[in-house]
């Protein structure tokens, strides 16, 4: 296989991928979001649906003349120096460390830091959504500074709660769902990705940014008690 | 109103689920056998919600006449102990008390009403999404509702697949990460279906060990659909199924083409599959749309002659 990106590969029967990248990488992830938006707002005959992942672009519907119309598309632009489609900027309450967090020790030690460096770090980080996925609204977020560059854990922690806060390999995951995962938690948040009776049941988009300022084990609870939305306390503005 | 009596584990309403959400990392979910809801919608004309269960026994009321069709793995079906064919649709009287009970053949099993059940809708579905949070299974005492139908007695011949077989694969963009020699050795194996699966995935056993390509463990999260075939840590494969994850690590061998991808779900614990690579071209062209239904005959010898309406509009023969 080249190593040439983008290129189009299909993706069973009824789907093409538009891959930019094969491994982490910001300007190709934000190729993948604006590439994306361009096909939504313009989509080509037979496309039924199109989604952006870490480093691909999935475009579901196949007509004769979709691959040729995605290369001309394609070679039409830079698609990493396109600017973002109108997105939201999150500032989203997360309490770091302690029971909250049982991993921040451990994690900050292997990213040469004391906790409360490693607190200021991630507080203060403002990461983007790379893309949502394994459920529903769950996003993964970055990239982080290489000090970040976390191995997953060998084993896997049984289970996190919905709303905690991990972290590997440069990114950060907010759990839209309680379950087992391999990656460190080092905070919780009271945040819903998905809920299925909010006007917006699924709160994120790629390529929204977001920032996890730290709160109080006791203001977090707070202000996710006082959140009708289901955002735990959650703020958000758009950004152009 | 159809009003559940009794309930087994893991009975959910499904219809064609909910595609459009990729991005938003939800995955389209609705029915495993894809097939037996087509089959539905030809016997009902409009069958859109149903009952889908994994083998587990149901019991139901009507609470008016109803045109039902009961596709999928063939079930016990019964009505006060009258028995009722399997792939039929058929009208029965309100207040029908209506029994299914595991066959051991295939694994879901579907009902429907004429039209469709009206429970509430969720991004524009009414199918259950377990490992999304969205519905849950359905109990003994749940109402759902539904309007009277009624219509012709009919059946449909099903594509035979309850029994596992050969599968055909497509190639995914992960399949030339594996060895030829892995995918050599994966192409000669005969799997097993093992007992865990649900509508998430299934799990094969097979003699040997595990397969794996070099580097899977750094691999780019990148897009997963039904039918994939993903190989986790330790190389053991599972078909994905209708509630799988939208997005993974796991290198994919292959997927599963949509014309045999509800013989893969179907395929019973126990029962043997074995996989073959094809082009895509012949995925395509395998696609088949369900039979065209016929009209049921019954058996003579269960019917019931002097409960028959044998000259249904003559009153009197002397009058014009």
């Keep these: ?240 | 109103m159809i009003e559940l009596l009794a309930c087994g584990p893991l009975v959910t309403v499904q219809d064609a689920g909910r595609p459009g959400y990729l991005s938003q990392g939800l995955a389209q979910g609705g029915a495993a056998d894809r097939m037996a809801l087509a089959e539905a919608e030809r016997l009902l004309g409009e069958a859109g919600a149903g009952i889908e269960t994994p083998g587990a026994p149901l019991r139901l009321k009507l609470d008016a006449p109803m045109r039902l069709a009961l596709t999928g793995a063939p079930m016990r079906a019964s009505v006060a102990g009258r028995a009722l064919e399997w792939n039929t649709a058929q009208t029965l009287p309100d207040g029908a008390v209506l029994d299914l009970k595991p066959a051991g053949r295939g694994v879901y099993s579907y009902l429907h009403v004429q039209g469709g059940l009206r429970t509430e809708a969720v991004l524009g579905s009414r199918a259950a999404h377990l490992i999304a949070g969205i519905g849950r299974p359905l109990e003994a005492g749940d109402r759902l509702p539904c309007e009277a139908s009624e219509g012709p007695a009919l059946r449909i011949v099903p594509q035979d697949r309850f029994g596992g077989g050969e599968i055909r694969l497509l190639p995914t963009p992960q399949t030339r990460l594996f060895p030829e020699a892995e995918r050599a050795r994966f192409a000669a194996t005969a799997f097993t279906r093992d007992p865990r699966g649900n509508r998430q995935g299934v799990r094969l056993d097979m003699d040997g060990g595990g397969f794996a390509t070099e580097g899977q463990l750094s691999l780019l999260s990148d897009f997963i659909l039904p039918g994939d075939i993903q190989m986790t840590g330790d190389g053991v494969p599972y078909i994905l199924g209708p509630e799988c994850q939208t997005t993974g690590g796991y290198p994919r061998i292959g997927t599963v083409i949509g014309a045999d991808l509800p013989r893969a779900l179907q395929a019973p614990p126990g029962a043997t599959l074995r996989f073959r690579f094809v082009t895509a071209e012949e995925a395509r062209a395998a696609a088949t749309p369900p039979a065209k239904p016929q009209p049921l005959v019954r058996d003579p010898r269960e019917v019931d002659l002097y409960g028959a309406q044998l000259i249904g509009g003559v009153v009197s023969a002397r009058a014009p």
Excluded: K
């Excluded at chain 1, 302690?98 to 040469?112: N, V």
């Excluded at chain 1, 507080?123 to 959504?129: E, K, L, N, W, Y």
């Design chain 1, 1 to 240: 296989m080249s190593d040439v990106f983008p290129r189009i590969e299909p993706l069973g029967e009824a789907a093409l991928l538009v891959r930019f990248t094969d491994r982490l990488d910001d300007a190709a992830n934000r190729a993948c979001v604006a590439f994306r938006a361009d096909l939504e707002a313009d989509r080509p005959e037979g496309v039924e649906e199109t989604a952006s992942s870490l480093g691909s672009v999935l475009v579901r519907g196949v007509s004769p003349g979709l691959e040729g119309a995605l290369q001309d598309r394609l070679a039409a632009r830079d698609w990493s120096a396109v600017p973002p489609p109108p997105r939201r900027l999150w500032a989203i309450p997360c309490s770091y460390g302690g029971e909250d967090g049982p991993q921040l020790a451990e994690a900050a030690s292997m990213a040469g830091m004391d906790p409360a460096e490693a607190i200021a770090a991630l507080a203060s980080a403002r990461v983007r959504v790379l893309a949502l996925g394994f459920a529903p609204g769950m996003p993964y977020l970055g990239i982080l500074p290489e000090a970040w560059d976390l191995p997953r854990q060998t084993g896997l922690t049984p289970r996190v709660p919905e709303g905690a806060l991990v972290v590997a390999v440069r990114q950060l995951v907010l759990f839209a769902t309680s379950a087992p995962t391999g990656w460190r938690q080092v905070g919780l948040t009271r945040f819903g990705c998905f809920r299925p009776g909010r006007s917006r049941p699924i709160a994120l988009s790629p390529g929204d940014e977001i920032a996890f300022p730290a709160v109080s084990p006791a203001e977090l609870r707070e202000r996710a008690e006082a959140d009708p939305d289901g955002h735990g306390g959650a703020t958000w503005e758009r950004l152009e």
